[in-house]
């Protein structure tokens, strides 16, 4: 149970969920519906993101590691490292963590024909070392780095299916004049919301735990700028998400997408709407830990619309009547 929470298993699932909402929710119906495959083994597939849970698990230990004093003070009831953990057991686990998410990234890597792709786990893993000994430490810095480490997230499955797919279908879509942009369209979009919630969390975080950064000489914007003004620029950021969301949601509205413009209003935009109002009024640790849960809560409803991507292109229903379509090939095998 001690070692569940110390590499913050329901955050792990998020992550787990983020992977297969790309590929399946996004990816795999994108490609149906234009008659072609993915490409990327199930088997590799699973490495994958078996490598990218253990990246993040090796982050978060290695955070706590660093962390001890500071949580003493925001998370005295939380503490795991020295208290109820063995702090040398914890710099072994998140050796070995990286290790084993670096191989396996490496592996598949090769197997797609690009060794260059198991750099993005190598950057995550160091920068996540980085965040925990200075960067989260540093005004600014620290919460961008996390933003956009959970961007990457939405990614890596794109990262790793796309040379596959131009590969294998290089004279189909030269034939049909065809590429693949779409698809990264998508993936990026989630990619920003990714990043803009993150950054919406992290700087409410540092607000939920000013007491203990203080005393222990980071430079937080809570710290820098004091709580009031800080909740203005969490407001500014939530704000410019929402709007950016809204735009989306007008695009959709006016070519008859209804069910993402429904899902997206209560799904997303209302929690967020919600988030911005207790946000103008937060001032107590308690409540900023409330808003944080409450984006955390947003973040998956955001992640689960791909399901609802994924939703409108297979139901025949939904389905568009495209006037021709490149053929359907079968696929023996994956890489």
């Not at 994108?30 to 990327?40: A, H, R, T, V, Y």
């Not at 209804?258 to 997303?268: C, D, E, G, M, R």
Request: glycine share 6%; aromatic share 14%.
């Amino acid at each position: 149970m001690i070692f569940l929470r110390l590499i913050r298993v329901p955050n792990l699932l998020i992550i787990l969920l983020t992977m297969l909402a790309m590929r399946y929710g996004i990816m795999y119906a994108m490609l149906g519906i234009n008659g072609f495959e993915l490409q990327l083994s199930t088997f590799n597939f699973s490495l994958l993101v078996t490598a990218t849970l253990f990246i993040a698990a090796a982050g978060y230990i290695i955070n706590d590691y660093f962390d001890v004093k500071i949580d003493t003070i925001n998370k005295p009831n939380d503490t795991l490292i020295g208290v109820q953990f063995k702090r040398r057991w914890a710099m072994l686990l998140h050796t070995v963590f990286n290790l084993i998410g670096i191989a396996m990234a490496l592996y598949v890597s090769v197997q797609v024909g690009n060794y260059r792709l198991s750099f993005v786990y190598m950057l995550a893993a160091t920068l996540l070392w980085f965040y925990s000994t200075s960067f989260k430490k540093q005004l600014i810095i620290g919460n961008v780095v996390v933003s956009f480490l959970a961007s990457l997230i939405p990614m890596i499955p794109g990262f790793f299916e796309m040379p596959l797919l131009y590969k294998k279908y290089a004279e189909t879509l030269k034939q049909y004049e065809m590429n693949f942009n779409y698809i990264s369209y998508f993936l990026i979009g989630f990619a920003v919301f990714a990043f803009a919630i993150s950054l919406l969390r992290e700087i409410v975080k540092d607000m939920e735990d000013q007491q203990g950064d203080e005393e222990y000489g980071c430079e937080t914007m809570p710290i820098v700028f004091g709580t009031r003004i800080t909740n203005y620029i969490a407001a500014i950021v939530l704000t410019i998400t929402m709007g950016t969301i809204g735009y989306l949601q007008y695009l959709q509205y006016i070519s008859n997408d209804n069910l993402s413009v429904y899902y997206i209003t209560l799904f997303v935009q209302l929690p967020l709407l919600i988030v911005l109002i207790k946000l103008l009024h937060a001032n107590a640790k308690a409540q900023y830990s409330i808003i944080s849960k409450l984006i955390k809560l947003t973040m998956l409803t955001g992640i689960m619309y791909a399901f609802v991507i994924h939703y409108e292109i297979v139901h025949p229903a939904l389905q568009p009547q495209a006037t021709e379509q490149a053929p359907s090939v079968n696929i023996g095998g994956g890489y």
